[in-house]
Nanobody, 114 residues
Framework: QVQLVESGGGLVQAGGSLRLSCVAS????????MRWYRQAPGKQRELVAGITPSTSTNYADSVKGRFTISRDNAKNTVYLQMNSLRPEDTAVYYC????????WGQGTQVTVSS
């Protein structure tokens, strides 16, 4: 049974930082493409960042230069380091794993106050 468990969300002031973590179980983590999505109230879910098994990364234009995605295959964990946070980064952040099938975590709330 596949599980993705996110943590690290919370309330932070604008300009601050947070690091999200997502621990995966039940999948071949090292072979999975991992991504972070987010969904703000009243808005569509959007891709924030992704990292392939070969550690190639991609980012939404809105977070380039501020967010960094990384992975630790020994810990089955993907991270999202978020710096210079803005109120518009407020959303529920979801971790996904793709290996033949797409799996979703339950999400973690990030709130950035102005």
């Amino acid at each position: 049974q596949v599980q993705l468990v996110e943590s690290g969300g919370g309330l932070v002031q604008a300009g601050g930082s947070l690091r999200l973590s997502c621990v995966a179980s039940g999948i071949r983590f090292s072979s999975s493409t991992m991504r972070w999505y987010r969904q703000a109230p009243g808005k569509q879910r959007e891709l924030v960042a992704g990292i392939t098994p070969s550690t190639s990364t991609n980012y939404a234009d809105s977070v380039k230069g501020r967010f960094t995605i990384s992975r630790d295959n020994a810990k089955n964990t993907v991270y999202l380091q978020m710096n210079s946070l803005r109120p518009e980064d407020t959303a529920v952040y979801y971790c996904t794993a793709f290996i033949a099938t797409l799996y979703w975590g339950q999400g973690t709330q990030v709130t950035v106050s102005s």
